[in-house]
């Protein structure tokens, strides 16, 4: 389950000038078979620590490549690695694609999508945009994309070409922080701003579909402000790009947490192996999983890219934190096994049911 597979760089491109563009040649095509807006969980090195970063494939369905596209976070490891030190011919290792940051393409049918990106939140729209252009001809696709500056905007002249290629059936909005002459189009993308472009260039009421995909509080704002204009919760796709991947939130919360003395009984399963075992309440499925030798797959370990997704066949448990799973999700009992902590004297985990 928690496969990596080896993938060459063919091509790197600067976007702009802190953000790659990578094309990756899978050693096994068939693994990587992808549905737009899904996303690539890599490992990586760092002198003896391993890493594990999520990206966002941004290549469409029909584009016959697999990219992904990596902004360098200041003081990153991964995407200063990715920007700084990898070349063409290198390899790589990741997981199959994975994540539900898609809807079903209906090719008879004529949608009105609206797709809400910041900086490098792009990635997934842009791989669903094309994909959503290209595959039902009768759709369209509204983008508002918000960046600092202009020299930020990831992907402009792809844009620009996929906006002539799909004459009056995409429109870009770009939102800078700095830069623009008209101040509906200056600032943050928040639930004022979408308000008046609701009013003024967006009808929402015709909107089927809205995606969403960027730094946590705007995508609150974008949410609220949808669901304030009709959208139901149904309407509405999330992909957050979590700012801190170390699982801080899910450790304090369990320090405080009351210690359970005897520790619970854990029967996991992951990719066909189960095994039995005894453990304490202050540790996650995922880390228990992890200590007791099963291959159980992660990535950020803080709640929002859900690699490390499971279901619960039976037993008690808290989630302490949810960014990636879907309401409908929790309600069939699966959870996030780097946030999920056991509550009673027993709890089976399967990791191969989806
Ligand atoms: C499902 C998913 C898909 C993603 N897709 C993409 C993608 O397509 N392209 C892309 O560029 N990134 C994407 N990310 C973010 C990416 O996984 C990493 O979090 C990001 O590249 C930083 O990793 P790093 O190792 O360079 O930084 P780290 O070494 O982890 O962090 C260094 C510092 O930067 C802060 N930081 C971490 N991430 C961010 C961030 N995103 N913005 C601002 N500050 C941050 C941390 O809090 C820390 O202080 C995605 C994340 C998820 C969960
Ligand atoms: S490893 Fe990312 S949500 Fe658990």
Redesign the pocket.
Known sequence: MAQFHPLTITDIHHTIRD?VVLTLRPQDPAAFTFTQGQ?LTFRQDFDGTE?R????I?AGLDDGVLQ??????????????ANERLQVGDTLHAMPPM?KFHTQIEPAKAKAYVGFAG???I??VLSILKTVLHREPGSTFTLVYANRAVNTIMFREELEDLKNRYMGRLTIIHVLEAGQDMDLFSGRVDQEKCALLFKHWIDIKSVDMAFICG?EPMMLGIASALEAHGLTKDQIKF????????GRLAKQAVSARAESGSGTQATITVDGTTRQFVMPADQSVLEAALANNLDAPF??KAG???TCKAKVLEGEYEMLSNH?LEDYEVEQGYVLTCQCYPLGDSLVIDYDTH
Not at 68 to 81: L, Q
Not at 239 to 246: C, P, T
Request: aromatic share 12%; with cysteine.
């Open positions: 953000a996303y890493l970063r999520n990206y966002s941004c992904v596209g990596i902004k360098k976070v200041e003081g990153g490891a991964f995407s200063t690695f994540g900086g490098s939140g990635t997934p730094p992909e957050l790009f979590g700012e801190s991947q170390q990535a950020c929002v890219c859900s990636a």
